[in-house]
Each structure stands twice: as C-alpha cells, then as structure tokens.
C-alpha cells in the first residue's frame, strides 16, 4: 500500500506570516513557501500556472499542428481549452478567450460523430463549454448555434448512469450551462426527464436493499466519483429533487458512511475488501467532495462531520505518486480546498497549499529521478502527469484566493 504515496511528513500546520517576520520565522520543514504571506504564495503559484499554461498549449495544441485526435476534457484538446478558459478569469486576456475558442471549434469539429453524451468525455462538453465561450463574446449566432447542438444530443435508452459516460454526465454538461449563462438555459424540464431516468434504475438496481440507491457500470456496483455513487449523487444534489428522492441521496450517502473503511477511506465498489485507492476517481477523495456538497446542500451536521473525517485519509495517504486530477495530488488537493469553502477552517487551506507546494517544488525532480509516475498523456487534464493541465488549474485556483473554485465547473471535479 505504501508505494502508491509518498508518507506525508509535512507539519500539520504552519501559521502564514507576515511580510515584515517572515524571514525571522522559522520555515516548514518541507516547504519554504509554506509560511509565505497568502498573498505572496498566490503570486508565486500564479506566475507558475502561467509558464505551465504555455507549455500545455504547446505540446497540446501547437506541436500537433493544431489538429484533434482527442477531443474530450478527461485527456484530450477541450482539457486545453478548458484551462485556457481558467486562465483567461483570472488574466481577463482576451488572447486566452481567442485560442480557447479555436480549440473549441476544432473539438467541434472532431466531435462531430462522436456518440459519447457528457460533459467529461463527450459531446455535451464541446457545445457547453463553445456555447459559454459564444455568451461571453455577445456573439448571439454562435450561441443559438451551439445550444441548438447541444440540445439535439440524444440520450441513448441504454446509456449507464455515472459521471465519466453516463446520464449524470449529460446532467452537469446542463448545470454548467445553467450556471454560466443563466437559469432555464437548458429547461428543468429537460433535466427532470434524465433525473427520472437516473432516479428510476438506482432504485431498481437497489431493489428494497440497504442502501436506496444503486448503480452499475461494465458489471461492478462502484462507489466512486468517475463511475459511480458519489459522482452520481453529487450530480443528483444539484438537481430539483422531490422530497422522497432527497431521502434516497440522503439515506444513500449515510449508507456509504456507515461501510467505509475501518481507516476511514472508502471502498471503491460495493462489497470491496481492498483498502488502496485514495483517489477522486476511486476512494475517499471523491467521496469527499460529495459529502462537502451534502453538508452545503442539506445542512446536516452528520455529512460534515463525515466530510471531515474522509479529509484526513487524504491528508494521511493523499500524497500520491502522480499528479492529475483523476488519481493524482491535484486531484486529491481539491478536498482540502472543498472543505475550507465549507468550513472558513485555514487548517484545510493550509492543507491545499501543503499539496500545491509539494507538486510546485518537488514533482519534476522526483518524476527526472523515476520516484514519481512520468505517465502516457503528461499534458492531459485529468491524466496529467508532469507538467500537468490540471496542475497549472490547481495552481490558478489557489493564486486566485479560491475565488473560482466550483466542483461543478469540472467536478469534479466534479469540483473544478
Ligand atoms: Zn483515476
């Protein structure tokens, strides 16, 4: 177990410094910017997102002639896109806008016949993310065009229910445009028919078990947020439920409580033994930021709490040996920032800038010195490995003072 991370040896909490004490105080054993005033830190990992921004664009982009093979967020050209998107927020570039909106339109294009249906690895992810773009340039054509696309996408009847290929994937394409562009942008009623959908086979699948809801992927009962309860309850709890469907996400989440490991992390499917993956994909990280959603969404003291608890997995095992979002530091530093959103606790911001730091100083060195996993799509959002899309995101989100951050823009992550 312990060769998938690398023992957490930084201090449980080093206090921020002002400018004027910092170089009398002493440093964090693993990190001098630990210590660092906030406001110094952000400008560092901000100058940082900028140069890995380039360097994705180029390898990404401008190294394949501008052409797209792959077209989706999880490893292909609209995870490019997608942080360009990140970056113009936060720079108000207009030449960051200008080249999100090539890729784009090339994803468009490669997109075309492609009968994937989510925002992570398909279509709906293309028109959204276009259609966003469109709204914030005034173009009003590009717009009704890409939203036409959008809502033409039809949902196959045998579609899965999970985040990565299934219903709940389509379903936070909707929220994302909702969010950025306005409510009824896609109508609840659109939504409402997929929520039934959704709804309808966890139930059968749970059929009067102990858990009330229930879902399968390619034959195994998954836990997780890529591909299974978490993801799909997180989706869900961004829905307008019906009261007995919020007691079915709410009686489903205490059941995932209730079975979690004797260490606290989570199993990544039902009826699992294997304590391992401490991942957002598989394991307590994903499972985190849904409980963080829960404690948002429903107020019940029982989700923080257990938010909480599944936190400190993943700051004991979270260190992993890779770097992306899906099963790497980036990923697993999304919980951290999660819960100081929640809570306002500068122990869990604390935390998120102790991964951060780790990745910022520390991960090209120990990838050069084959400690680290140097991985097959090193540019990828959700594969990162090196010079990590998701990395440069991360690093925009915490120099940004977490103004940005959302879970539902990428979920993933779900929390973006
Ligand atoms: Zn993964």
Redesign the pocket.
Known sequence: MADRFFPNEMPNFVPETSIAVAPQEPTAKDSELLSLPYATLADTLKRSAFVLKQTVVNETWGLSGKRVQDYTLYTGALGTAYLLFKAYQVSKNDSDLKLCSDIVKACDSAARDSGRVTFICGRAGVCALAAVLANNAGDERLLDRYLTQFKEIKLPSDLPDELLYGRVGFLWACSFLNKHIGKETISTTRMRAVVDETIKSGRRLANKGRCPLMYEWHGKKYW?A?HGLAGIMHVLMDMDLKPDEVEDVKGTLRYMIKNCFPSGNYPSSEGSESDRLV????GAPGVTLTLVKAAEVFGDKEFLQAAVDAGEVVWKRGLLKRI?????IS?NTYVFLALYRLTGNVEFLYRAKAFACFLHEKAQKLIAEGKMHGGDRPYSL??AQSHAGKFGILLLTLSQGLGFLNLQAIIVHPNG
Do not use: Q, Y
């Open positions: 997780g890529a991942h957002w994909c598989h992306g979002i899906c099963h790497g990923g959700f594969e």
